[in-house]
């Protein structure tokens, strides 16, 4: 496995919850890494990504201002804060990485990603 995502659980709305996405393998900083969600009955939907060097972020519009992703290169993991949890927001959570040279339009695209974690549960629930 190449990727490791945790950090997921049941959090009342309202509640925050910080992703991990770790890598024993991938220096991380070299990647662009990807968050992903799939909710029940739907597909999967590219969230954020962060770039390898020069680092820039970025979110889908729906989870701008409560999602944060960041990047640890000391301990090659990619975090995603998120703050202000809905129900709506109730999906297996995924990180990917990829070594190409993508573009914004792809970041949101799953097969631009080789390399999937195994997808952690966030459920928001009261």
């Known amino acids: 496995v190449q990727l490791q995502a945790s950090g997921g659980g049941l959090v009342q709305p309202g509640g925050s919850l910080r992703l991990s996405c770790a890598s024993s393998?991938?220096?991380?900083?070299?990647?662009?890494v990807g968050w992903f969600r799939q909710a029940p009955g739907k597909g999967r939907e590219g969230i954020s990504c962060i770039t390898g060097r020069p680092m820039s972020t970025h979110y889908i519009d729906s989870v701008k201002g409560r999602f944060t992703i960041s990047r640890d290169d000391a301990k090659n993991t990619v975090y995603l804060q998120i703050d202000s949890l809905k129900p709506e927001d109730t999906a297996v959570y995924y990180c990917?990485?990829?070594?190409?040279?993508?573009?914004?339009?792809?970041?949101?695209?799953?097969?631009?990603?080789?390399?999937w974690g195994q997808g952690t549960q966030v459920t928001v629930s009261s």
């Open positions: 990917a990485a990829t070594q190409r040279n993508i573009i914004y339009s792809q970041f949101w695209s799953e097969r631009e990603y080789e390399n």
């Open positions: 393998d991938l220096n991380l900083y070299s990647y662009t």
